[in-house]
């Protein structure tokens, strides 16, 4: 299937325009922030004191595939951390991250752009205040959000006195594994993955 060629302006001053067809070609960032702390994915299994409340999603434009990370902190290191976290999954799958598309805040800091000139990436950033512009990280942290939030309350009315509410990051974590795993019509039924 051939794709659209979209461009994308590039905002790192060294590189131009960007052809966006394959995967990787555009990322789009955002991060929510949840009142209720919540429990790190840990492989041991041991109960963990470092809350999570920081989600940060990662959707590439031209496959669609989610990549969900968790931070206790937005600041500008523990972001940059999660990104690279999320390049490494995708390097995995012979994916080569070109740009990244993000609202303004933790995504301009000096920390971060360094980075991405480092790498050869470009960068553009929405208007103050124009989260629009961000739509298509924000849509999916919505749809992801409350699909999460469903099978937390499904669990609550089956299971309330087991059900802790700090498991929020498992049901998301749940929520993005199903997403990327259901074949699409818009991908020709593939899946993001």
Same mark, same amino acid.
């Given at each position: ?6 461009k ?13 067809i394959a ?9 929510? @922030? ?6 790190? #994915?840990?492989?041991? !299994?041991? %109960?963990?004191? &470092?809350? *999570? ?5 990662l ?10 990370e ?30 990244f ?15 991405? @000139?480092?790498?050869?990436?470009n960068?553009? #950033?929405?208007?103050? !205040?124009? %989260?629009?512009? &961000?739509? *298509? ?12 939030r469903?099978?937390l ?36 039924n593939?899946?993001?993955?």
């Amino acid at each position: 299937k051939t794709h659209k060629r979209n461009k994308l302006q590039g905002q790192s001053g060294k590189l131009g325009p960007i052809d966006i067809i394959a995967p990787g070609d555009l990322i789009h960032m955002d991060q929510a @922030e949840s009142s209720t702390p919540g429990r790190p #994915l840990t492989y041991s !299994g041991k %109960h963990n004191k &470092n809350k *999570i409340s920081i989600v940060t999603l990662l959707v590439d434009k031209i496959s669609k595939q989610i990549f969900v990370e968790f931070q206790q902190t937005t600041s500008s290191e523990d972001t940059l951390k999660r990104k690279i976290q999320m390049e490494m999954d995708a390097y995995k799958d012979k994916v080569k991250i070109k740009a990244f598309h993000a609202d303004n805040g933790v995504f301009q800091a000096h920390k971060f752009r360094i980075h991405l @000139e480092k790498l050869k990436q470009n960068i553009t #950033l929405c208007g103050v !205040g124009a %989260h629009h512009q &961000n739509g *298509i990280a924000d849509r999916n942290i919505r749809t992801i959000i409350e699909k999460a939030r469903t099978i937390l309350l499904h669990a609550h009315a089956h299971w309330s006195t087991k059900l802790n509410m700090e498991l929020w990051t498992f049901a998301v974590r749940y929520i993005v594994d199903q997403w990327n795993d259901t074949p699409r019509k818009d991908l020709n039924n593939n899946t993001p993955n």
